[in-house]
């Protein structure tokens, strides 16, 4: 749970009565102190035309107490409005004269003559509109004062260790027994440790996230008490440890922060005294050495560090997971380590296993790397060459097909040049179970300069895809067009290959390799006019078809000499003369040639891969020819519908395929059996459920005339068949993005992202359409809310929403209260949209949404927080102070 709580700069650590509901409040405001104002505990500061705006913000704002009022220099007709989450006597202390001010809080009993004695403090319960007088007491040191005085809450608190200026810390009130103060936090890679000297004297990352506290805060902290050290860990099967050290002291800058430690306790194993002991050891950064190595920096090299993951498992490490490496003298880099294939130590730069990363990319990306080292990545060119630099490696491929038979090819030899020699392969010494696909048969890759690959090292290797680095320069050895582009891949190909392990992840289907197709007579002297996929030059028409068989949406292809040259021009189309019979022109020395017949084998039509290639009509006749071997073929008879429009796509397992079957008998002898429909394309997730494709994953909708596009479609929630369109779950993706982006839509359909404004209306403009949110909370807790009408209208209208009829679980925030969305036009940081009189909703709640003035639901604000309202919430579930963990919103025909 992520919870913000903010304590005055120097008063005390009485817990403040949190105000009712927000929207439900009416407030009393007590008379104007004019000449005073109220320091600290800011919750915003914001510009106002008018006394009465500030009150407005003050009581909508669900933390506000009290607010400060006055002048800003040199603008007569706007005013500063400061909100408070404290009051003039609690915070007595920071009640101050400024006569450019005036202070006004909520009306409470505080406010009667005197109601506490001299030595005490006046503390208001707001809900029930009672007080208690309290001693006054010292401001906390740290959060085990806070949980002696009865805060037992997981958060930011403020500290006041000494007479300097307070600052905020992240308290564990939790742990054993409670009242401790956070200064480090890893869990998710976000932030990067490895900075300077002076980001570490003054802290870096977020309290809410990854972060280092500050040495100088540390130094403050263990200064003002005697301390304990505690270090809690978690491996990536779930096992946690700590240690635990009874004395922990850190001194000042001017004697490097040097470290005070002993005593141990705990399950982890003592790794800070025992064998390279850190005690009285002095802080280290990459530009500041002050550890006891003679020749180096430990910050930026260790001696003997480990060079790859054969090093740890030798040196005992024995858990799959992500470990750094230093092959050589430069920066280190993070590998993930495979403890248990094969004796274990395998290094892995390469992984496929759900298509949820592009590897479709340029040369930069494989030369830096991309991915996540925890799903599926290309760990980097540059990093795969120092790695087989650093020792003599094996290569290793593990792969495993659809029916969950592994198979594996080991090579002896494995090195990989650097990038002036565009990353030249040697490879040799096959062993394995899948067969020698690499070395042997007429192309093997032995020493080819790669034109971009992928891999798994033993330092072993797997699998990639990749755009051509330059057209003009190949350095595979075909002469018929460039592999990586023919076969959508990066590799060391010959020409081209006998094995394509980077090629498209297909999911399920055939492989490209199996793909054939029959053309039909050339027509010569005649060409077709756009609808280019590429244009380049070849030896020979055979190398036109070549390509075109391993283009998947080639249909037909030119075929043009060029004058005083030997080469040949080819021009490869994704229509054909049927479809764009007005762009079939005369053109002397053309030959134009389209597909017959695409054949597809050892498949089924019945099975995984019935027909991939792209069909551009509404109707078509397949014709199935049947045989032991099972051959099918698929052909276009006639056009009906746009033929301009891309709307009758097969894809592997379409549900209407398997209305096609033969209902006669086992075949036995080739038969022919006809069948003449017409198919009408999906235009939401549920007509796809509704044909029977009850998997999740992203499909092709046709929602309208207009282009097709991509949805993420959930096929288990609830009967199946919702079309997600927003989706949060790690903070990965920035929805705090102008009107553009939110038009167009942002982020993965694999990860977090916004389908799209304008698609959302051709959505919504299809069918009457059902909203759905879940969400869940960081406590693993699950709600949903659901309305049965929703429609959103085009860019003229501003997407203004259309919404009604609650059911759920999780509460009504959206109609509900005083801010329903109903009828309201979408809000971004660059447009503002709501009917928020003083500023722009979207600006100050991080955003992009349906804004009122402005909300009681966020799921677009920031995933990190910040003030309150800020993030992701839901008023009816969790508040607005509780920034929930996921998100996905959907719709469904009703």
Same mark, same amino acid.
């Given at each position: 749970?992520?919870?913000?709580?903010?304590?005055?700069?120097?008063?005390?650590?009485?817990?403040?009565?949190?105000?009712?509901?927000?929207?439900?409040?009416?407030?009393?405001?007590?008379?104007?102190?004019?000449?005073?104002?109220?320091?600290?505990?800011?919750?915003?500061?914001?510009?106002?035309?008018?006394?009465?705006?500030?009150?407005?913000?003050?009581?909508?704002?669900?933390?506000?107490?009290?607010?400060?009022?006055?002048?800003?220099?040199?603008?007569?007709?706007?005013?500063?409005?400061?909100?408070?989450?404290?009051?003039?006597?609690?915070?007595?202390?920071?009640?101050?004269?400024?006569?450019?001010?005036?202070?006004?809080?909520?009306?409470?009993?505080?406010?009667?003559?005197?109601?506490?004695?001299?030595?005490?403090?006046?503390?208001?319960?707001?809900?029930?509109?009672?007080?208690?007088?309290?001693?006054?007491?010292?401001?906390?040191?740290?959060?085990?004062?806070?949980?002696?005085?009865?805060?037992?809450?997981?958060?930011?608190?403020?500290?006041?260790?000494?007479?300097?200026?307070?600052?905020?810390?992240?308290?564990?009130?939790?742990?054993?027994?409670?009242?401790?103060?956070?200064?480090?936090?890893?869990?998710?890679?976000?932030?990067?440790?490895?900075?300077?000297?002076?980001?570490?004297?003054?802290?870096?990352?977020?309290?809410?996230?990854?972060?280092?506290?500050?040495?100088?805060?540390?130094?403050?902290?263990?200064?003002?008490?005697?301390?304990?050290?505690?270090?809690?860990?978690?491996?990536?099967?779930?096992?946690?440890?700590?240690?635990?050290?009874?004395?922990?002291?850190?001194?000042?800058?001017?004697?490097?922060?040097?470290?005070?430690?002993?005593?141990?306790?705990?399950?982890?194993?003592?790794?800070?005294?025992?064998?390279?002991?850190?005690?009285?050891?002095?802080?280290?950064?990459?530009?500041?050495?002050?550890?006891?190595?003679?020749?180096?920096?430990?910050?930026?090299?260790?001696?003997?560090?480990?060079?790859?993951?054969?090093?740890?498992?030798?040196?005992?490490?024995?858990?799959?997971?992500?470990?750094?490496?230093?092959?050589?003298?430069?920066?280190?880099?993070?590998?993930?380590?495979?403890?248990?294939?094969?004796?274990?130590?395998?290094?892995?730069?390469?992984?496929?296993?759900?298509?949820?990363?592009?590897?479709?990319?340029?040369?930069?990306?494989?030369?830096?790397?991309?991915?996540?080292?925890?799903?599926?990545?290309?760990?980097?060119?540059?990093?795969?060459?120092?790695?087989?630099?650093?020792?003599?490696?094996?290569?290793?491929?593990?792969?495993?097909?659809?029916?969950?038979?592994?198979?594996?090819?080991?090579?002896?030899?494995?090195?990989?040049?650097?990038?002036?020699?565009?990353?030249?392969?040697?490879?040799?010494?096959?062993?394995?179970?899948?067969?020698?696909?690499?070395?042997?048969?007429?192309?093997?890759?032995?020493?080819?300069?790669?034109? +971009?690959?992928?891999?798994?090292?033993?330092?072993?290797?797997?699998?990639?895809?990749?755009?051509?680095?330059?057209?003009?320069?190949?350095?595979?050895?075909?002469?018929?067009?460039?592999?990586?582009?023919?076969?959508?891949?990066?590799?060391?190909?010959?020409?081209?290959?006998?094995?394509?392990?980077?090629?498209?992840?297909?999911?399920?289907?055939?492989?490209?390799?199996?793909?054939?197709?029959?053309?039909?007579?050339?027509?010569?002297?005649?060409?077709?006019?756009?609808?280019?996929?590429?244009?380049?030059?070849?030896?020979?028409?055979?190398?036109?078809?070549?390509?075109?068989?391993?283009?998947?949406?080639? +249909?037909?292809?030119?075929?043009?000499?060029?004058?005083?040259?030997?080469?040949?021009?080819?021009?490869?189309?994704?229509?054909?003369?049927?479809?764009?019979?007005?762009?079939?022109?005369?053109?002397?020395?053309?030959?134009?040639?389209?597909?017959?017949?695409?054949?597809?084998?050892?498949?089924?039509?019945?099975?995984?891969?019935?027909?991939?290639?792209?069909?551009?009509?509404?109707?078509?006749?397949?014709?199935?020819?049947?045989?032991?071997?099972?051959?099918?073929?698929?052909?276009?008879?006639?056009?009906?519908?746009?033929?301009?429009?891309?709307?009758?796509?097969?894809?592997?397992?379409?549900?209407?395929?398997?209305?096609?079957?033969?209902?006669?008998?086992?075949?036995?002898?080739?038969?022919?059996?006809?069948?003449?429909?017409?198919?009408?394309?999906?235009?939401?997730?549920?007509?796809?459920?509704?044909?029977?494709?009850?998997?999740?994953?992203?499909?092709?909708?046709?929602?309208?005339?207009?282009?097709?596009?991509?949805?993420?479609?959930?096929?288990?929630?609830?009967?199946?068949?919702?079309?997600?369109?927003?989706?949060?779950?790690?903070?990965?993706?920035?929805?705090?993005?102008?009107?553009?982006?939110?038009?167009?839509?942002?982020?993965?359909?694999?990860?977090?992202?916004?389908?799209?404004?304008?698609?959302?209306?051709?959505?919504?403009?299809?069918?009457?359409?059902?909203?759905?949110?879940?969400?869940?909370?960081?406590?693993?807790?699950?709600?949903?809310?659901?309305?049965?009408?929703?429609?959103?209208?085009?860019?003229?209208?501003?997407?203004?929403?259309?919404?009604?009829?609650?059911?759920?679980?999780?509460?009504?925030?959206?109609?509900?209260?005083?801010?329903?969305?109903?009828?309201?036009?979408?809000?971004?940081?660059?447009?503002?949209?709501?009917?928020?009189?003083?500023?722009?909703?979207?600006?100050?709640?991080?955003?992009?949404?349906?804004?009122?003035?402005?909300?009681?639901?966020?799921?677009?604000?920031?995933?990190?927080?910040?003030?309150?309202?800020?993030?992701?919430?839901?008023?009816?579930?969790?508040?607005?102070?509780?920034?929930?963990?996921?998100?996905?919103?959907?719709?469904?025909?009703?």
């Amino acid at each position: 749970m992520h919870l913000c709580v903010t304590f005055l700069l120097c008063a005390v650590a009485y817990g403040i009565g949190r105000i009712s509901e927000p929207d439900l409040r009416a407030v009393n405001f007590a008379g104007k102190i004019e000449g005073k104002k109220l320091n600290g505990s800011l919750i915003r500061e914001i510009e106002v035309d008018s006394e009465s705006s500030c009150q407005l913000e003050c009581v909508d704002e669900e933390r506000c107490q009290s607010y400060n009022f006055g002048t800003i220099e040199g603008n007569s007709g706007k005013f500063r409005c400061e909100l408070s989450d404290s009051d003039r006597f609690v915070g007595l202390a920071n009640f101050t004269k400024d006569e450019h001010f005036i202070y006004r809080g909520i009306m409470s009993t505080c406010e009667e003559d005197n109601p506490c004695k001299e030595n005490e403090i006046c503390v208001v319960d707001y809900k029930s509109n009672t007080h208690v007088c309290k001693c006054i007491r010292d401001c906390p040191k740290n959060c085990l004062d806070y949980y002696q005085n009865g805060s037992k809450t997981d958060g930011v608190y403020w500290v006041q260790p000494d007479e300097e200026e307070p600052f905020q810390v992240l308290c564990d009130m939790t742990t054993d027994g409670g009242g401790w103060t956070i200064f480090q936090r890893r869990m998710d890679g976000s932030v990067d440790f490895y900075v300077d000297w002076e980001s570490y004297k003054r802290g870096f990352g977020n309290l809410k996230g990854e972060f280092w506290l500050g040495n100088d805060y540390l130094h403050r902290l263990t200064a003002s008490a005697s301390m304990a050290f505690r270090i809690d860990m978690e491996d990536y099967e779930g096992d946690r440890r700590f240690a635990e050290y009874t004395t922990f002291t850190v001194a000042d800058e001017s004697d490097n922060y040097q470290v005070t430690i002993d005593g141990y306790r705990g399950t982890a194993g003592d790794s800070l005294l025992s064998n390279i002991p850190i005690r009285n050891m002095r802080f280290t950064t990459k530009d500041k050495d002050n550890d006891d190595k003679n020749n180096g920096n430990c910050a930026l090299d260790y001696k003997d560090c480990p060079k790859n993951c054969l090093d740890y498992y030798q040196n005992g490490s024995k858990t799959d997971g992500v470990y750094w490496v230093y092959p050589d003298e430069e920066e280190p880099f993070q590998v993930p380590c495979d403890m248990i294939t094969d004796g274990g130590g395998w290094t892995i730069f390469q992984r496929r296993m759900d298509g949820s990363v592009d590897f479709y990319v340029d040369w930069e990306s494989y030369k830096k790397g991309f991915g996540n080292l925890e799903g599926e990545f290309w760990l980097g060119n540059d990093y795969l060459h120092r790695l087989t630099a650093s020792a003599n490696m094996v290569s290793r491929i593990d792969m495993e097909d659809y029916e969950n038979d592994p198979r594996f090819a080991e090579y002896t030899t494995f090195a990989v040049a650097d990038e002036s020699d565009n990353y030249q392969v040697t490879i040799d010494g096959y062993r394995g179970t899948a067969g020698d696909s690499l070395l042997s048969y007429s192309r093997p890759i032995k020493s080819i300069a790669v034109r +971009l690959f992928l891999g798994f090292l033993r330092n072993a290797f797997d699998i990639f895809d990749i755009y051509y680095r330059d057209m003009r320069f190949t350095n595979d050895v075909s002469t018929g067009g460039n592999c990586a582009s023919s076969f959508k891949g990066g590799w060391w190909y010959n020409y081209c290959h006998n094995a394509n392990p980077n090629g498209l992840y297909k999911g399920g289907g055939y492989a490209q390799d199996f793909k054939s197709a029959n053309f039909a007579k050339a027509i010569n002297d005649q060409k077709l006019n756009g609808s280019v996929l590429r244009d380049f030059e070849v030896a020979s028409e055979i190398s036109c078809q070549f390509a075109c068989v391993s283009e998947d949406q080639c +249909l037909s292809y030119n075929f043009l000499p060029i004058h005083e040259k030997e080469t040949s021009r080819c021009q490869l189309s994704g229509s054909d003369r049927f479809a764009s019979q007005v762009n079939f022109t005369k053109e002397d020395g053309a030959s134009y040639r389209g597909i017959q017949v695409i054949k597809l084998m050892n498949s089924n039509v019945l099975g995984s891969a019935p027909a991939r290639n792209m069909i551009l009509a509404r109707r078509m006749k397949l014709v199935l020819l049947t045989t032991n071997q099972t051959l099918i073929f698929v052909s276009v008879l006639e056009v009906s519908g746009n033929p301009l429009k891309k709307t009758g796509r097969l894809a592997p397992n379409a549900a209407r395929l398997r209305k096609i079957k033969d209902v006669t008998s086992t075949p036995k002898t080739f038969r022919q059996r006809e069948t003449d429909r017409i198919y009408n394309c999906p235009k939401n997730c549920l007509e796809y459920y509704q044909n029977g494709s009850t998997t999740d994953g992203v499909y092709w909708v046709y929602p309208d005339e207009e282009e097709p596009f991509q949805v993420l479609c959930d096929m288990t929630t609830d009967g199946g068949g919702w079309t997600t369109f927003q989706r949060r779950m790690d903070g990965s993706v920035d929805f705090y993005v102008d009107w553009e982006s939110y038009k167009k839509g942002f982020g993965n359909l694999k990860g977090e992202f916004w389908l799209g404004n304008d698609y959302l209306h051709r959505l919504t403009s299809s069918a009457s359409m059902v909203f759905r949110i879940d969400m869940e909370d960081y406590k693993g807790d699950r709600r949903f809310a659901e309305y049965t009408t929703f429609a959103v209208a085009d860019e003229s209208d501003n997407y203004r929403v259309t919404i009604d009829g609650y059911r759920g679980t999780a509460g009504d925030s959206l109609l509900l209260y005083t801010k329903p969305i109903k009828n309201m036009r979408l809000t971004t940081r660059d447009r503002d949209d709501d009917v928020q009189q003083d500023g722009d909703c979207a600006v100050a709640y991080r955003g992009g949404w349906w804004y009122n003035a402005c909300h009681n639901a966020n799921p677009n604000g920031s995933y990190q927080g910040g003030s309150s309202a800020q993030g992701v919430t839901w008023l009816s579930f969790r508040g607005l102070d509780y920034l929930l963990k996921r998100t996905e919103i959907k719709l469904r025909p009703a």
